[in-house]
């Protein structure tokens, strides 16, 4: 199904690798991810002793935020399409589960979960996109992954690599299409400065924070979306 502009709308025939051109490659690309070989540094008691430190201070910053707004840059490498898209915006996260962000122009989405419910709202196009939301979806929300980093050591396999404080991250267990993810840890207060996911499909995401600031006390009313008469709203 394609909307007026002729972006891809999200169906469930068309499988996870449509829905991620929806996400990634017309609508979020935000998201993250590619097979590439990633240089992991020996195992040695140096560089074990780094990740513990990032990694701790990661978590330490992580869990005194309860909520977090900013500015972001968007990078999406989708492989079908052999091409690299570039997008800017600004987003909001409130613990535990509320997350909004929206493109700059000449993109016109905004993207708002609360929960386990995503909607995509398409401004120009009058559209509007709802379907369920969970963990096995960062990989096109990858956004959504700032709100959960005081644990990442129980949810994935934690390395060093050859670049300065950024962090090799491999999933425990599944998470939908997330092959692995890089992490580039900010020493200010708030613990990240970037990251990039692979998808094990061959695309990536890089999604680059600026301007964040946190515990602002942001309201509910922020992640409230709600169609308006003139919308068409298509359910998944």
């Given at each position: 199904m394609r909307d007026r502009q002729g972006t891809n709308l999200p169906a469930c025939r068309q499988g996870h690798k449509n829905?991620?051109?929806?996400?990634?490659?017309?609508l979020l690309s935000v998201i993250l991810l590619l097979l590439i070989t990633h240089h992991a540094l020996p195992i040695t008691a140096s560089a074990d002793s780094l990740v513990e430190e990032l990694v701790a201070a990661v978590e330490r910053k992580a869990a005194v935020i309860k909520d977090i707004k900013g500015s972001f840059s968007q990078e999406s490498f989708l492989i079908d399409l052999e091409r690299t898209e570039t997008y800017k915006g600004d987003f909001f996260i409130k613990k535990p589960s509320q997350v909004r962000w929206r493109y700059a122009e000449p993109r016109d989405e905004e993207v708002y979960i609360r929960t386990d419910v995503i909607w995509i709202h398409k401004r120009m196009a009058k559209q509007a996109v709802k379907s369920r939301f969970s963990e096995n979806a960062y990989a096109q929300a990858p956004i959504a992954l700032l709100g959960s980093l005081e644990n990442i050591n129980e949810d994935?396999?934690?390395?060093?690599?050859?670049?300065?404080?950024?962090?090799?991250?491999?999933?425990?267990?599944?998470?939908g299409s997330i092959k692995e993810l890089h992490l580039e840890v900010n020493e200010g207060d708030f613990p990240v400065?970037?990251?990039?996911?692979?998808d094990v499909y061959g695309n990536n995401v890089t999604i680059t924070v600026n301007n964040v600031e946190t515990n602002t006390g942001l309201d509910d009313t922020v992640f409230t979306f709600t169609p308006t008469p003139d919308m068409e709203v298509f359910e998944y």
């Open positions: 829905i991620w051109h929806i996400f990634a490659g017309n994935f396999i934690i390395t060093a690599i050859d670049k300065k404080n950024t962090l090799h991250l491999k999933p425990r267990r599944k998470i400065r970037s990251f990039r996911i692979f």
